[in-house]
């Protein structure tokens, strides 16, 4: 659980550290203004794409062993059903991570949603 809490803790401060630094904005609306954050400030772009995946459960990340732990617990005590619930959802979610780092590495500042 305190993984989960500090990998959320370092989402939100990325995202208010770019709103603030650099368009002295203190939240952030909606996608469009994290276009091309990836060509501003690579680093921290990179670190909050690994953060997000990290979220999706992607293998080498502490975020698919926390997710791990928790399917072979379910799967243990015969809860199948619910098993397959979760792993559908967080498919569901992995595609919204994905489409955050898309947006911000591979979208046009002249594109807006």
Do not use: T
């Amino acid at each position: 659980m305190f993984l989960f809490s500090n990998i959320y803790l370092n989402v939100f401060c990325v995202v208010f550290i770019n709103r603030v630094i650099h368009f002295k904005v203190w939240f952030v609306e909606v996608f469009s203004q994290l276009i091309a954050f990836g060509k501003r400030n690579y680093l921290v772009a990179i670190c909050f794409s690994l953060i997000l995946l990290s979220i999706a459960g992607v293998p080498p990340l502490i975020g698919f062993f926390s997710k791990l732990l928790v399917f072979s617990a379910m799967l243990k005590n015969s809860n199948l059903v619910i098993s397959m619930v979760i792993a559908l959802l967080s498919c569901v979610s992995c595609f919204y991570y994905i489409r955050i780092i898309k947006i911000l590495f591979f979208d046009s500042p002249s594109k807006a949603e």
